[in-house]
């Protein structure tokens, strides 16, 4: 009952954090330069002023900025984004064709991040000031200086065009025809190169992070009041040392599975990867407000709810953590 009480707590707060990020959001999209009724006209091959009034009459932009953002967030509550100006269509269906895309993408190289940080971190921690440690170390601060996009094309032109392993674009074989596991297979080896250099930067960030954090809890009282009682070093290893080390890396964890959802634009424009990171960076160009709000809302919403589920998560880490 405690729980539920706080998961709600939690959600209205979430909410209200959501509604604050839309206002925020419409007001800086309509202070950027561009006007969308400019851009559609000139695709169209029609740049005269009537033509222009019409466009921004018809997508409610000569209305009062006030105005244009009350019916914006009376729609949102409804769950209607709007329809996009480039497109033609409800915002809402080109985010949740995409969506799948980023979500398969990031939660893969989350949970390779995570689980061999995390085992890197541990692994090393045990063999502090040896060269393993110093080799692991290195390569974590390699990774982690090192621009995401550099990696990704040194990706491709390693793996893709000089060995020809895997595929360096796309989600699945055009045209292929695949059905049942055998698409899954083919989006599988789409999937590794971008999900394993999305991986390489976040597992070098938590390697480091576990193996400080768990030399730093090796020096408590209850770790020696342990090895004074003979335990295996094993054993205080993981049940003693590793699991409170985790606190902060759960935490650091929790932020970034947000942030990596909307986060993956270089990603999915380097491997050509059909995700809301794309979309988002198209949306921008374009001057497309409706869609480009509608990307930043789905993805702040779920950088609240995985910040929800890491808050929960933190009492399964540790017991002795109440709710407030």
Do not use: C
Not at 81 to 102: C, H, K, N
Not at 126 to 154: I, K, N, Q
Not at 240 to 252: D, E, K
Not at 262 to 289: C, H, K, N, S
């Amino acid at each position: 009952m405690k729980k539920l009480a706080y998961l709600m707590r939690r959600v209205v707060q979430g909410l209200l954090v959501l509604a604050l990020i839309a206002v925020i959001n419409f007001l800086l999209i309509r202070a950027a330069p561009g006007d969308p009724a400019a851009v559609m006209a000139g695709e169209a091959g029609a740049t005269d002023e009537v033509f222009m009034a019409q466009l921004r009459e018809r997508f409610g932009l000569d209305k009062p900025l006030p105005q244009q953002l009350a019916n914006y967030l009376g729609h949102a509550v409804r769950l209607d984004l709007g329809d996009s100006y480039r497109q033609q269509r409800p915002v809402i269906s080109l985010i949740a064709e995409r969506l799948p895309a980023t979500l398969l993408l990031t939660m893969t190289a989350f949970v390779i991040s995570l689980s061999m940080g995390v085992a890197l971190g541990a692994w090393t921690s045990a063999r502090a000031g040896t060269w393993v440690d110093s080799l692991v170390s290195t390569l974590s601060m390699l990774f982690y200086a090192t621009p995401l996009f550099w990696l990704a094309l040194m990706a491709v032109l390693l793996f893709s065009v000089k060995l020809d392993w895997l595929p360096g674009f796309g989600f699945e074989t055009v045209g292929a025809g695949h059905a049942g596991l055998a698409r899954a297979a083919d989006i599988a080896r789409h999937l590794a190169l971008p999900a394993a250099t999305l991986a390489l930067f976040y597992m070098a960030v938590y390697a480091r992070m576990t193996r400080t954090s768990m030399l730093e809890v090796a020096q408590m009282d209850y770790v020696k009041t342990a090895r004074a009682k003979g335990l295996s070093p094993r054993r205080i290893q993981r049940h003693h040392i590793l699991r409170n080390a985790l606190l902060p890396v759960i935490t650091l964890a929790g932020i970034q599975a947000g942030s990596m959802v909307g986060g993956t634009v270089l990603i999915e424009t380097v491997f050509a990867w059909p995700g809301i990171g794309r979309l988002m960076f198209d949306a921008l160009v374009q001057r497309d407000y409706n869609l480009l709000l509608g990307t930043f809302l789905i993805t702040a919403a779920l950088a609240v709810a995985f910040n929800i589920v890491t808050d929960l998560l933190y009492t399964l880490a540790d017991p002795r953590i109440e709710l407030q």
